[in-house]
């Protein structure tokens, strides 16, 4: 599976197919997450998100451009890369508690031991509400438990690439 890094020194070095916008990969760049950028508001108000962990946000790139007035947004990654950015890794903590998390592009990278305790650490927080990236190209190489059962989804591309709202007080 091409997307496992099992080196944090990967993650420091950062993607460069998001350059030069972002260090943070081509899922990060502007033009690439218009569809999410318009899909969460629509999230947020259908289910009354008042409170957010955005783990793997790195540079803010895309999610600055969002109008998240009224929301307590906090934003997390294992290598930050803006100063608002709080450093913290979902293999080894617990995630906060929160209406929802935004977990985009991140799972996809973990080999499958670290996905079942990312996942563990997720549900543990008691919040209601997971936004996950879903890659079908990679199901064969991920724990079952990534496979939770969502309650929307929207496609991102032609790879059948998507985003998926889990209840997580469901799972």
Known sequence: MGDIITNKDKYKRGWTGGLPETEC??????QNTELQRDWIPEIIEKYGIKTIADIGAG???WI???????????AYDLVPRHESVVEFNLVEQ??????LILCLWVLNHFPIESSRMAIHNLK?????????????KYHA?????I?????????LNEKD???????????
């Open 141 to 145: 190489d991920q724990p079952e438990e």
């Open 124 to 136: 543990a927080s008691g919040s209601k509400y997971l936004m996950m990236t879903d890659r079908p």
């Open 64 to 74: 600055k451009h969002m109008d998240l007035s009224g929301i307590d947004y906090a």
């Open 147 to 155: 496979h939770m059962p969502y309650i929307e989804k929207m496609p």
């Open 25 to 30: 990969g081509s899922g990060s760049k502007v």
């Open 59 to 61: 540079d803010l790139n």
């Open 161 to 171: 690439d998507s985003i998926m709202l889990i209840n997580l007080q469901a799972c």
């Open 94 to 99: 617990v995630a906060p508690k929160v209406d």
